[in-house]
Structure formats: C-alpha cells, structure tokens
C-alpha cells in the first residue's frame, strides 16, 4: 500500500520567514495531493491540494508544488503569521483507492 | 452547508468496557471514512464506506472494532472490548462521488477516547 513519509517532524521559524514542509510517497498510482492543517484540538482542514496533472499550484501566501518523477510534494509557506503556528499534514491517494494516506505531520511554530 | 457531525465528542472508559461512536456526514457525501488519530500521528484509515458497503477495511481490527452504515447515511463505530492502546481520536470522514482524481475530504471534530 501508499506510505507517505513527512520531513521536519518539528519547524520554527521567525514571524515573516518562509516554512517548507516536504513529503514523498511510494505508490507511483496516487495523482491527488492536499495538504491539512490541524489545530490542537481541532479537525484536520484542507488549506490546498494538488492534482498530478500540474506541478505547481499557489493559494495567497501557501504554494504546493508536485514532482511525480521523484514522487515528493511540498508545502511552501511565505510570510507567515503566528496564526500558521499548527500541525500541517501532507496526504496522497488514488483514483483506485480514494482514502487517503496520510503523514506523520509537522509541527510549525511561528515566533512573533 | 453543515459539516460532518460526531458525537460523543469525550468518552472515558475502563479497558475491556465497551464504546461506540456515531457519525452524520455532509448530506450528500456517497463516501464515508473512520479514521483513527493516536496523539502525536497522522490520522490512519480504519473503514471506507461507500453508500452502505464497504470498500477497504483492511487496517480495521475485526477482533474488537466493528462499523456499519446500514441506510447509506450516518455511520456507528464500535469497539468491543477497548484496550489502552485504543485511546485516540476517532475522525470521521465524508466526501462526494467518486469521478475524477481526488475529491475534497472533510472531517468531523472528532470523538476522542480514553481508555483507563
């Protein structure tokens, strides 16, 4: 099955700086690609996805960018805001099996 | 558009004791997901359902965990009888039909449990 492995487990960086979060996957099947974000205590909600069809796709200050020969992903954050400061998880799936696979998740803090 | 609704949202109970959990999703949503969230991990698969069948319950423990969706709407997950190690957050899941690469996910608050 799809294994997705997620690099740094923690991140901190200075309000303002640039956080890049990557990801690899192993099943060369999987064309979907979102990214969550999770608030202590809170549901896990979809800030952007990424079909296999393009290689980049950028939402205001959040980018993802998609390398399906090397089979990696990464989530690419500008300027950030004290409110980024949460736990950011890539996932992958299939047209064929649809749930998704998730990482082990990476914990952003921003320091004001 | 209301959201995927959980409940309960705390349980506390003694290993070996009994739980279930119940789930409504988004009206609509053909495909329902239970997914297990162990603090400090990403959320792992336990059920997909899609209508009222299912389509991938390989990572489900069938010795103690169990989940249906008789009428193809809401979803009970059921453990019998938990373990320690059970003590998670138990995610549920919905998302619309199945065409095309990817269909947008959401997920319910969550039901957290603890095993004691």
């Known amino acids: 099955g799809e294994n997705v492995e997620q690099h740094p487990s923690t991140l901190s960086v200075q309000e303002g700086d640039s956080a890049v979060i990557k990801c690899t996957y192993s099943d060369s099947a999987s064309n979907y690609f979102p990214w969550y974000k999770q608030e202590l205590g809170k549901r896990p909600q979809l800030i952007i996805d990424?079909?296999?069809?393009?290689g980049e796709k950028k939402d205001q200050r959040i980018a993802v960018t998609l390398n399906k020969t090397a089979k990696h992903f990464s989530l690419h954050i500008t300027e950030t805001q004290p409110e980024d400061s949460a736990v950011y998880f890539c996932?992958?799936?299939?047209?064929?099996?649809?749930?998704?696979?998730f990482g082990s998740g990476t914990r952003l803090q921003v320091q004001p | 558009e209301a959201g995927v609704a959980q409940s309960p949202r705390y349980k506390i109970i003694e290993k070996r004791q009994s739980v279930a959990f119940w789930c409504n999703p988004i009206?609509?949503?053909?495909?329902l997901y239970w997914y297990q969230q162990i603090l400090g991990q990403g959320p792992k698969l336990l059920i997909q359902?899609?209508?009222?069948?299912?389509?991938?319950d390989s990572q489900l423990p069938k010795d103690r965990f169990s989940a249906e969706r008789l009428k193809g709407v809401d979803s009970t997950l059921k453990i019998q009888p938990a373990k320690l190690e059970d003590s998670a957050v138990y995610l549920c899941?919905?998302?619309?039909?199945?065409?095309?690469?990817?269909?947008?996910?959401?997920f319910g608050e969550g039901s957290w449990l603890t095993v004691v």
């Open positions: 990424i079909r296999s069809n393009v």
């Open positions: 996932a992958a799936s299939s047209q064929g099996r649809r749930a998704l696979t």
């Open positions: 359902f899609q209508n009222n069948g299912v389509v991938d």
């Open positions: 009206s609509g949503h053909a495909t």
């Open positions: 899941a919905s998302s619309s039909t199945l065409t095309g690469p990817g269909n947008t996910i959401y």
